[in-house]
């Protein structure tokens, strides 16, 4: 392995930044340069995470690790004592945050490290070369099973004086539900405090680093307590993503409040599912909790495992990160080469999306059950709150997203429905240029090539807990949240804050598709005479195969680029420059006039800036099901070559100053690629169509009429 290492060291690349300087690391250990190895994570701190290493133990078990060898111990208890001093020499120097990271890095399993390791070995060894992305997914897998394999028994030791030290730690709590189905929780709290606390929580499906969430939580002043969805950690019940959580989170809630070291207080925050989990628990409102913090939030059957009304293949992927065992499967989830595979074999295959998990040879009743279940209906609608339920909800609500957040169109579902039900009006947002996992606690520093505004680089774990503290503890409001809606201008580098969604913009400004030959652009003025822009689609052609990778940040594989290679279904459209800065700053809207030979179709609608050197700037990526344009809840067909109107009303939203001189680009098709289901438009369910409905290519006329509307920002 360190040979390897270091034939790959030279020519090792990577376009995302930080995947570059993350793997580069690890190749650097495998190979033995050390020096360079800590520069490097110093540099991945400073440059992605935009933080100094030394409140950002990044790379913490390397560096201990290479800090113990160069010391040349020379028997077992040598390297033990050596390697004890630099661990509390280095954990030292970290803040309370960056202790209890530094800890979590070992809530790990040596045999799964092990297996994941020797999976990835066996599958290199199948072939006499290797490739050099490869190579490195090797490296990374041997570096962090051979520093555990030596150091994970030793580290365990000190952090578990360390805790017995300083907490007072419940990992093994069962709570028992009315109907004999059980929760597995963990509880953290301060050895020398003995009066009872506000009690802050998460209600978490990722099961396996309770311990680490916990300290933290009460590292800043609080219980800290962890609740696992039903069946997750030490229940033993079924693993059934999002049916029961809303159920299942008053009795929680009930057992939690009434324990001694709890005030009768509880806040409740996490991201992603963890969001949704606590709007699952907004169905019933229990008195001791006083607010949510929901990040990021999973809007169930709106954006996941459907987005719009188009199944994600990434849904599957995800089925087994959190149903195949009693934690996480990582190590299937991280397999990009896997699922890569899989998500080509079913898209070049032409085969039905319902046959997805037997490609990837592991049959997923979950799955299925999800497919069953096409539109927002009642399955869908009793994991949260629906309409009137949202006006009983009395309680503080803080919650955050970002510009190219995945989840973004999920976390404005429950904004929007609070706003339209509840008059309490005691909701605050705060949303930036960050992606999913930024907009959870730390933003990225750079986002795609995009360095963010130096205002954007906000501390959102911090600002959390203020905000606990504000409603918990009477504590000031959080500086940042000065009104309800508290969003950054990227490009201005200014935060600026309104009362309403609706507020963050004043104007409007509406294009019509305009088209000649195949110069495609975007006019101001309402065309004389209604023309169409014809494209023809052969699904059956597959030989463009686009799979979003990690790099990605919300489908575009670059934020910032001068590189722009839209897929060749779409049709790029052209403003003209802008004659002064203009601030796009909301959610776009399109209303389209088509008639197409099919019964429906999936439209993508993409948002750039071009700047006048050339450069594009993506700033919205979306799709919508036509049939389910109008009313997700009830799919309505198109009726075929007939000029029908489709609203796109659910949408991105993004905050930018252009530059003077760049033009506005809309990038307009319908979605055909393996990260989503295929539409072939034949009417009947999608997930059962396949490569035979495709038997005509798609006629689509877009009309000239169209309007693509886009929310300005005067200052």
């Known amino acids: ?330 190590g299937d989830f991280q397999n990009n080469k896997k699922w890569d595979e899989v998500f080509s074999q079913y898209y070049k295959n032409g085969s039905s999306f319902r046959t997805l998990d037997q490609v990837e040879g592991n049959p997923s009743p979950l799955f299925h059950r999800w497919l069953d279940h096409p539109t927002y209906d009642a399955y869908w609608q009793n994991m949260t709150p629906q309409k009137e339920a949202f006006a009983n909800i009395n309680i503080p609500i803080l919650s955050t997203t970002g510009y190219y957040d995945d989840d973004q169109l999920g976390a404005m579902y429950y904004y929007n429905q609070y706003q339209k039900y509840n008059k309490t009006n005691n909701y605050y947002l705060i949303i930036g240029p960050y992606d999913h996992g930024g907009s959870q606690g730390y933003p990225k520093k750079e986002l795609g090539g995009y360095v963010i505004d130096e205002a954007a680089n906000i501390p959102i774990n911090a600002i959390i807990f203020q905000w606990f503290d504000y409603i918990l503890k009477g504590a000031k409001r959080p500086d940042i949240l000065k009104d309800k809606v508290n969003f950054e201008i990227m490009g201005k580098n200014e935060w600026k804050s309104v009362p309403s969604l609706d507020k963050m913009h004043n104007q409007n400004l509406t294009f019509y598709l305009s088209g000649k030959d195949t110069k495609y652009s975007l006019q101001k003025i309402v065309p004389k005479k209604t023309t169409s822009i014809n494209q023809i689609v052969d699904f059956k052609d597959r030989s463009e195969i686009n799979i979003y990778n990690d790099n990605y940040v919300n489908g575009f594989p670059n934020v910032s680029d001068s590189i722009f290679k839209p897929e060749k279904h779409l049709l790029v459209f052209e403003s003209d420059p802008v004659s002064e800065p203009v601030i796009i700053s909301g959610s776009l809207k399109a209303s389209l006039k088509i008639s197409s030979n099919k019964k429906d179709i999936d439209v993508e609608l993409q948002l ?97 009429n169209s309007t693509i509307t886009l929310p300005i920002l005067k200052l």
């Open 1 to 330: 392995m360190p040979l390897l290492a270091k034939k790959i060291l030279p020519i090792y690349k990577n376009t995302g930044k930080g995947t570059f300087l993350d793997s580069y690391a690890r190749i650097q250990f495998v190979a033995g340069d050390y020096k360079d190895m800590e520069q490097n994570f110093v540099t991945y701190s400073q440059e992605i995470l935009g933080d100094s290493i030394v409140n950002r133990p990044m790379g913490f078990i390397y560096k201990t690790y290479a800090r113990t060898i160069s010391k040349a111990p020379k028997s077992n208890s040598d390297f033990e004592n050596t390697y004890t001093a630099e661990f509390y020499k280095l954990y030292n120097s970290f803040d309370k945050d960056g202790k209890t990271w530094a800890e979590s890095y070992y809530e790990i399993k040596l045999d799964e490290m092990k297996t994941n390791f020797e999976s990835q070995l066996q599958s290199a060894q199948k072939s006499d070369s290797i490739s050099i992305e490869d190579a490195a997914v090797l490296c990374r897998h041997y570096s962090r099973y051979f520093i555990y394999s030596k150091t994970l028994s030793i580290a365990s030791k000190i952090i578990q004086k360390i805790e017995a030290d300083t907490y007072i730690i419940d990992k093994n709590i069962i709570i028992t539900l009315p109907n004999k189905s059980t929760i597995s929780g963990t509880m953290v709290r301060y050895r020398n405090i003995s009066e009872p606390q506000p009690v802050v929580m998460k209600y978490n499906i990722y099961a396996g680093n309770e311990l680490s969430q916990c300290k933290e939580i009460a590292n800043m002043g609080y219980v800290g307590f962890i609740a696992n969805t039903r069946g997750k950690n030490l229940s033993n019940d079924p693993i059934e993503p999002y049916e029961h959580d809303g159920d299942d989170a008053y009795y929680i809630l009930e057992w939690v409040s009434k324990q001694p070291w709890c005030n009768g207080k509880i806040g409740l925050y996490g991201g992603s599912y963890l969001g949704f989990a606590q709007w699952s628990a907004m169905k019933k409102v229990h008195p001791a909790l006083k607010t949510i913090v929901p990040l990021v939030s999973v809007g169930a059957g709106v954006d996941f495992p459907m987005q719009n009304g188009i199944f994600m293949s990434y849904a599957l992927r995800w089925i087994h990160l959190v149903a195949n065992n009693k934690l996480t499967d990582l």
């Open 608 to 704: 750039y800036e071009k700047t006048a050197k050339g450069q594009y700037f993506a700033l919205s990526n979306n799709i919508q099901r036509a049939s389910l344009a109008k009313d997700r809840t009830k799919r309505q067909l198109l009726v075929p070559n007939k000029i029908e109107t489709i609203d796109i009303n659910h949408t991105f939203i993004t905050s930018k100053e252009l530059q003077k001189g760049s033009s506005i680009v809309i990038v307009l098709g319908v979605n055909k690629n393996p990260n989503w289901e295929v539409n072939y438009g034949s009417g009947k369910d999608v997930s059962f169509e396949d490569m035979t409905d495709a038997k005509d290519p798609l006629e689509i006329k877009w009309y000239s």
